[in-house]
């Protein structure tokens, strides 16, 4: 019965009452944490419904139909009364034959929604929480631990343990990431998803998504992402090829002196055979030099279309497992709060007896029925005490025997400031310290702790990585041979000696 212009102004009525209850819903103070998420949750669905209605008010201003053009001509035309009576005519017929049709205007639809935001019981409905979860405080991650201990070849951690390092998969052999790997991956990045959707209605969740993916695409290709970074200079350099000057050697003996891995990159650049032992290796190498072509005999099998297909699905389901990581590195920095305050959970959880859990989880429900006072944003604190860990006021004497007093900053956590030298030395296990020695490429070692400067970070790792290149088992040093007396020389002096002819 409705016509467009009257369909206009209910629209705009609905989007001003709607704009209305959001203001009035987000100013309205939140005494705790279960109270904000189902604010965001009443927030979210009134967004949605003014969505709609703005859709749909656009549409009928574009009027591709035309049918908006021609009622405003109707009413405005020469027979403006007539269309007037026709409509009256209309509105009265309908009544005639739905005599119980009652017309309910907008303002009393608003006000049975209002009524149904205020019922605790539907609120609960819209979002679901398990007891672990503790009303969207904490983690529930025990299905995803047993799936982790499943896993084969990887480290077994205590639950506590888990919670702090589920997303260092970084550390996990990348011959280990297998199906049952990336089923664990899937169920974790779900349940945190889901977990992430829960507690934050009003997060835009997609676009983050959109920008991890931007991310991950680009460290893929410089291959630089965490855990599926390419191998050492040598390694790559052997398998990828790199031609090799033979005019300044004079024998396949002086060739040998490079070593096996330069040789191998000198015959992959050729296109030839690279494998053999070091002999073999340099005699067919100096048997190219000066040739303009080379001996069919010693060129190697060009890989099979059926080994190149299975190549490119085991890269592929590398980077979808990778891809995976990559969701889980957000997720994790997400959820940093919900972390830190889950493993205190569980640690304050075990260090109690079966009655005092029970006690407990009792106090926890009769606190979350009752509206707690304590639980303002801004403290009763009359006496201007400092505040604890906790955000509440505590006596100087304990503020300074904590050590809350006494600042560090860590330039790798991007200049984060911590308060106590207790949450100073948690930090270096925690999410934020590891993110910023993953982006400076250093592993976040027990070598490295209490290492709060970006300079000194990357100082150590270079002395770290020389002391690690001078253990290296070194050939031409190390391998010692044996002449026809008796004397044990190192390799080096054995080929100079067979050079020269003294042996």
């Not at 035309?77 to 009256?88: D, H, M, T």
């Not at 969207?136 to 888990?162: A, P, S």
């Not at 032992?277 to 040739?291: I, P, S």
């Not at 860590?410 to 590891?434: D, L, M, S, V």
């Amino acid at each position: 019965m409705e016509t467009l212009l009257e369909q206009q102004r209910r629209y705009h009525e609905e989007r001003e009452r709607l704009v209305k209850l959001m203001v009035d819903e987000h100013a309205t103070k939140k005494p705790g944490e279960k109270e904000r998420i189902h604010s965001e949750h009443r927030l979210k669905y009134l967004m949605e419904l003014h969505h709609h209605a703005t859709t749909q008010l656009r549409d009928l201003y574009e009027d591709k139909d035309n049918e908006r053009k021609a009622e405003i001509a109707a009413l405005s035309g020469p027979n403006e009364f007539n269309e007037f009576y026709a409509r009256l005519k209309q509105i009265k017929q309908f009544y005639k034959s739905h005599p119980a049709e009652v017309s309910v205007p907008l303002s009393v639809e608003f006000e049975e929604m209002i009524k149904v935001y205020n019922n605790p019981d539907e609120m609960s409905a819209l979002v679901e929480f398990t007891d672990e979860e503790g009303g969207g405080r904490y983690l529930d991650l025990n299905e995803c631990y047993e799936l982790y201990l499943n896993l084969r070849g990887v480290e077994k951690l205590d639950y506590i343990t888990y919670l702090m390092s589920f997303d260092h998969v970084f550390d996990i052999p990348r011959e280990r990431k297998n199906r049952e790997y990336r089923k664990y991956i899937e169920t974790l990045n779900h349940y945190l998803h889901s977990f992430i959707q829960r507690i934050q209605p009003l997060l835009d969740l997609e676009s983050e998504l959109v920008k991890v993916e931007l991310e991950f695409q680009r460290q893929w290709l410089q291959g630089t992402f965490p855990g599926w970074s390419l191998k050492e200079t040598e390694s790559a350099l052997a398998n990828t090829g790199a031609h090799l000057d033979l005019s300044a050697f004079s024998s396949w003996e002086e060739l040998a002196s490079l070593g096996l891995d330069r040789l191998k990159s000198g015959l992959v650049a050729l296109g030839l055979k690279c494998g053999g032992t070091l002999e073999e290796r340099a005699q067919r190498l100096f048997t190219t030099k000066g040739k303009s072509t080379l001996d069919p005999a010693l060129m190697a099998k060009k890989p099979t279309t059926k080994t190149a297909n299975a190549q490119t699905r085991e890269n592929e389901r590398n980077k979808d497992i990778a891809q995976l990581e990559a969701l889980l590195y957000k997720y994790a920095e997400l959820l940093s709060e919900q972390r830190a305050a889950t493993k205190e959970n569980v640690q304050r959880k075990q260090a109690r007896t079966g009655g005092e859990r029970d006690d407990s989880d009792a106090e926890a429900s009769e606190s979350d029925n009752d509206d707690d006072p304590d639980a303002d944003d801004v403290p009763f604190n009359p006496k201007n005490l400092p505040l604890g860990w906790d955000g509440k006021p505590i006596p100087y004497w304990l503020y300074k025997l904590h050590g809350l007093n006494i600042s560090y900053n860590c330039e790798i956590c991007g200049n984060f400031t911590y308060k106590g030298p207790k949450a100073f030395q948690r930090h270096f296990a925690e999410w934020r310290h590891a993110h910023g020695m993953r982006c400076l490429g250093i592993p976040n070692t027990a070598h490295f702790a209490n290492v709060t400067q970006i300079e000194d970070a990357i100082t150590l790792w270079e002395k770290l990585k020389s002391q690690k290149q001078s253990e290296r088992w070194v050939a031409d040093q190390e391998e010692e041979f044996e002449d026809s007396l008796g004397n044990v020389v190192n390799r080096k002096t054995f080929e100079d000696l067979k050079r020269q002819g003294l042996l």
